[in-house]
C-alpha cells in the first residue's frame, strides 16, 4: 500500500475510531488510545509544529497512523468493520473544527515549558 492510500484509509479510519469508542463492546485500552488518536487528528495544533523543519512533518506522517494503527488493532475486527461501515461518509463535509480538541495539546506544551522554567532556575 503507497503512501496515498494509507492516508486516504486513515481519512477514513479515524471517524470510525471515533464510532468505536462510543461502543460498549470496544474494550478500555483501545477506547484509549483511539481517544488520544481522534483528539490528535483533530487538534488545530500538532505536538511538533509544522513550521519545524522535517519534524514538523514527521509527527503527521509518523505519528498520527502508528496511534490510529494501535488502536484498531486493539479494537475486535468484527466491531470495527461495524465502525467503518457507520463512519462512512460521517466527516465527508470535513472534519470538526472545535478548539477544545487542541487542549490536550496545549496542557503538553505548558507542562513541557513548566519543566524547561523549572529545570533553569531551580
Do not use: H, Q
Not at 462510543?22 to 481517544?35: H, N, W
Not at 514538523?56 to 486493539?74: E, M
Amino acid at each position: 500500500m503507497n503512501l496515498k492510500e494509507r492516508a486516504k484509509k486513515l481519512k477514513t479510519d479515524i471517524p470510525a475510531l471515533f464510532i468505536a469508542m462510543k461502543k460498549k463492546e470496544t474494550p478500555i485500552a483501545a477506547k484509549i488510545v483511539a481517544g488520544l488518536t481522534v483528539v490528535y487528528a483533530l487538534s488545530p495544533i500538532d505536538l511538533i509544529p509544522d513550521f519545524i523543519p522535517v519534524l514538523g512533518y514527521l509527527d503527521d506522517v509518523i505519528l498520527l497512523p502508528s496511534l490510529a494503527t494501535l488502536a484498531i488493532r486493539l479494537i475486535p475486527p468484527e466491531i470495527f468493520d461495524k465502525c467503518r461501515e457507520e463512519a462512512d461518509g460521517l466527516w465527508a463535509g470535513g472534519k470538526p473544527k472545535k478548539w477544545y480538541f487542541a487542549l490536550p495539546i496545549v496542557l503538553l506544551w505548558l507542562l513541557i515549558i513548566y519543566l524547561i522554567i523549572k529545570a533553569i532556575w531551580f
